[in-house]
């Protein structure tokens, strides 16, 4: 198709990320898909990335994680310093043809803010939107700015004036949906498993208190703010008490962890994170917010877990109550299905995933969005009106 894309996927992972990493797994999963239908890729993230591309773009060495949960006055300069290194390559360059960016509420604010000489872009939006208020409530991109949103129910919490800049949302996808159904399944232990950030968000304290209460054994797997193992949190110095996630870990899940009932194992990566999902008898998701998109419970339908959570945010559009998952209104409800989620057929979730959830499918997505975004900023003579 001939496409330039600068795909920004901001300073704060490298692209693939070691591990957790919401938004560059999606990058990493979006990638290679685009340049298998001819777009070429310009990757602005940090230098360590590893991912095949056609050039890297990169103002910080490494990842900037480590940062992003200290108080806003010490860090407010990292994404901007990362943004500022697109914007000279904006300025500089005239091969980029449309920008493709998922850096949070500084991506949009400063290709919004850019003018004609920002050129077409197109902003993932990949969290809550009910965040920023004063800046979706304002928004201004004229029709040269688009956004996208990860879920339908996720575009229903934005403000008005960032739902006109809107040109549907795109669900996300993993590697792991390509040809699911052919896998075997895999033998299943007794456990469950919660895959994620430690954060109050995602609940991990009603899954805690659930695996006490009903009988079952939890394991929790994924980084407490910037510390990804048990020992690295063990380590760290007065100043990790300033981090909210830490603080949540500290507070309300770590008294719950008893080690047997739940454990905490840190964050996993690669096999081991496959593997543990697979075996797992359902993937809890006790969620406390409205999840936007969901990348950890497409992944599991595609290793042939079912879901078990409370129908928040993106859930009911990814999961099919009685089919691929059980979803429940609140903690009560979850503990009235906790037993009945493994009667539910593995082989239903792998065949749904590899039919909704391939990276094919959603860099289709974003093919026809990109061309979409480009012919609107081209001017009403060539777009009929997208709003
Ligand atoms: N993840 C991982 N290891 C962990 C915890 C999470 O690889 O220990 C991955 C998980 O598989 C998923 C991503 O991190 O791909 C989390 O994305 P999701 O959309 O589920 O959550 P969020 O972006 O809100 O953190």
């Known amino acids: 198709m001939g496409l330039t894309v600068l795909m920004n996927a901001g300073p704060w992972l490298p692209v693939p990320p070691p591990g957790y990493g919401g938004i560059e797994n999606v990058v990493a999963t979006l990638v290679p898909e685009l340049r298998r239908l001819g777009v070429r890729v310009v990757l602005a993230s940090t230098g360590d990335a590893t991912l095949p591309v056609d050039e890297l773009l990169s103002v910080f060495p490494d990842g900037q994680f480590g940062a992003l949960q200290r108080p806003y006055n010490q860090v407010c300069g990292i994404s901007q310093a990362h ?6 390559a904006l300025r500089e360059r005239d091969d980029i043809d449309l920008v493709h960016d998922h850096v949070e509420a500084v991506g949009l604010a400063v290709l919004a803010a850019m003018g004609p000489d920002g050129g077409p872009a197109l902003h993932t939006l990949h969290w809550d939107l009910g965040k920023h208020p004063d800046l979706y409530g304002c928004l201004d991109g004229g ?8 879920s339908a129910a996720q575009l229903g919490r934005a403000p008005r004036a960032l739902r006109d800049h809107s040109v549907g949302h795109v669900h996300l996808a993993t590697p792991l949906a390509v040809h699911a159904a052919r896998r075997p399944p895999v033998r299943k232990s007794g456990h469950q498993v919660i895959l994620g950030r430690i954060t109050p968000g995602k609940g991990q304290h009603v899954g805690a208190r659930l695996a006490h209460r009903a009988g079952f054994d939890l394991v929790l797997a994924g980084p407490v703010g910037p510390y990804r193992r048990p020992e690295e949190l063990a380590a760290a110095g007065p100043e990790a008490g300033q981090n909210p996630d830490v603080r949540y870990w500290r507070e309300q899940v770590a008294p719950l962890v008893d080690g047997d009932r739940v454990r905490w194992i840190g964050t996993v990566a690669g096999a081991a994170r496959d593997d543990l999902v697979a075996a797992a008898r359902a993937s809890l998701f006790p969620l406390c917010w409205e999840e936007p998109g969901g990348t950890a419970v497409i992944e599991s339908l595609a290793l042939g877990t079912p879901v078990l959570a409370i129908g928040r ?8 109550h009685g089919r691929t998952g059980l979803l429940a209104d609140d903690e009560e409800g979850l503990a009235d299905l906790v037993w009945q989620v493994g009667d539910l057929d593995e082989r239903e979730c792998r065949r749904e995933a590899g039919s909704r959830f391939t990276p094919t499918i959603m860099a ?7 061309e979409r975004v480009r012919d609107s900023a081209a001017g009403p003579a060539t777009a009929p009106a997208l709003r």
């Open 313 to 320: 945010g993106c859930l009911p559009e990814l999961v099919e």
């Open 143 to 150: 029709d040269r700015v688009r956004v996208n949103g990860v």
């Open 364 to 370: 289709e997505r974003y093919v026809e969005l990109y």
């Open 83 to 88: 943004l500022f290194g697109v914007v000279r």
